[in-house]
């Protein structure tokens, strides 16, 4: 993934991703330390969410590349269900859901597995063990290892 063209990253993704598939989060850090990564996630079928992080970055003048998937299976939707009610009783969905779904980079897309506002990064704290707040930990824990340099070669 090109560092400096996240915009580049996020027209990729929505080129390649079936209909199963949602664009979470795509984000660059063009500091010393380059850093490119995104989010998508894939419905399971019968039930359930994959979330796939895919993060690359350069260290002492090599490149790496991160792939983790963080998985809602099992009893989901607890979470969904939470934030919904939340949100509806605000005022902010509708009982049809509309207004529950986007896609964050590209409003005007309605095809696919789009994003819920529960999975937005400001439901994490609530939902600490939830795949999604845990694939953000990752990011977090990973960018700030390597910003103390501790990252060392495998």
């Known amino acids: 993934m090109p560092f ?11 080129e390649a991703m079936s209909d199963d598939q949602g664009l979470i ?7 010393t330390k380059k850093v490119i990564y995104s989010i998508v996630k894939t419905k399971k079928e019968p039930s359930g969410v994959d979330y796939c992080l895919t993060l690359h970055f350069k260290y002492d003048d090599k490149f790496y590349n991160v792939t983790g998937f963080f998985t809602d299976s099992g009893r989901t939707g607890a979470k969904e269900t939470v934030v919904y009610e939340g949100l509806r009783r605000e005022g902010i969905v509708k009982n049809d859901f509309e207004g529950w779904t986007y896609d964050p980079y590209k409003p005007e897309n309605k095809k696919g ?9 400001s439901f994490d704290e609530h939902f ?8 953000r930990k990752f990011v977090k824990e ?11 070669e495998i």
């Open 128 to 135: 600490p063990n939830h795949p999604i707040a845990e694939t």
């Open 25 to 31: 989060e795509v984000n660059a850090i063009n500091n």
């Open 113 to 121: 597995f789009l994003m819920n506002l529960s999975e937005k990064e």
């Open 4 to 14: 400096d063209n996240p915009q580049g990253v996020i027209d990729g993704i929505h």
């Open 142 to 152: 990973l960018l700030w290892q390597l910003k103390k340099g501790s990252i060392k």
